[in-house]
């Protein structure tokens, strides 16, 4: 309103309530029920963009875990290794793969891990160098798919359409399970590509595997692991970003509070 109106409006007020038309009880009233208004506004908007964002992760996360199972035992069968087959992991089905800690995990931190896929090193001709690459195959297929992710949300991008949203949250997802898996912690990918590198890591490991899980969950509650997994992430999002945008040749224009894809 403009200055001139709006104080006219308040002198208005002024001069019923001074003649007892409105008493200043009904305007306090009338204030709070307001206020009420919009905290029940803001508590409807921030539910729905959980609901939202609970929706679009859940196949993103199942997508994730299977896809970063299924790699492990991939290449441990392409090594001679038939014991994936057996015991049912060489799936894409996600109950195969789920492990229910892991997976709460996933949904309340963004971070977490399925259930380890069985191998017999016996049958790899190159113990060691078999046991890295399958220890890197499930964060690898993460990282390739968050980058496939991004790709299609550059293409969606481009053309307008609202699907580029889930698969922005599929790339994040995967990006941040892959992430996590490399920490160097048991049960984790990352122990066991440290522990092949440096032998006498796998002494300590042997003595320390019994306390892993319990300190990586503490880790994750206290949020020690948020902020440089963070930061990690959002290195690798934004590269991966930067390539897709030399790919599909986006352009981005400067504007005057930011850029314009």
């Known amino acids: 309103l403009h200055p001139r109106v709006r104080r006219q409006r308040q002198m208005c007020i002024r001069d019923r309530i001074t003649h007892g038309a409105i008493r200043p009880d009904f305007i306090r ?15 409807m908007y921030f539910w729905r963009q959980y609901l939202r964002e609970f929706l679009y992760t859940i196949p993103a996360i199942l997508i994730a ?3 970063h199972e299924f790699a492990h035992g991939f290449v ?3 090594l001679g290794d038939p014991t994936p087959r057996r015991d049912g992991r060489l ?3 996600p109950l195969a793969h789920l492990d229910p800690w892991g997976t709460i995990s996933l949904l309340l931190f963004r971070m977490g891990w399925a259930k380890p896929v069985r191998i017999n090193t016996a049958y790899y001709r190159n113990k060691k160098a078999g046991i890295i690459m399958v220890s890197l195959a499930g964060p690898c ?6 980058f496939l992710g991004l790709l299609i949300y550059g293409i969606c991008f481009q053309n307008d359409s609202s699907l580029g949203t889930w698969f922005y949250y599929l790339a994040v997802v995967n990006i941040g399970l892959g992430t996590f ?3 160097p912690l ?15 890591v796998k002494r300590f490991y042997f003595s320390f595997r019994r306390y892993a899980a319990p300190l990586l969950f503490l880790l994750l509650l206290t949020g020690i692991l948020r902020v440089p997994l963070n930061w990690i992430n959002n290195q690798i999002l934004n590269g991966m970003w ?13 504007s005057g509070g930011g850029v314009v894809v």
């Open 29 to 43: 009233l009338r204030r709070i029920k307001r206020k009420v208004e919009c905290f029940e506004m803001l508590q």
């Open 65 to 67: 875990i299977t896809a």
């Open 76 to 78: 441990s069968s392409r």
């Open 91 to 93: 799936t894409l089905n």
């Open 141 to 146: 297929m993460n990282y390739l798919i968050g």
């Open 181 to 183: 898996n490399l920490i």
């Open 186 to 200: 048991p049960p984790l990918d990352g122990s066991n590509v440290l522990q092949e590198l440096f032998p006498g």
């Open 242 to 254: 930067r390539s897709v945008v030399r790919i599909l040749h986006i352009v981005i224009v400067p």
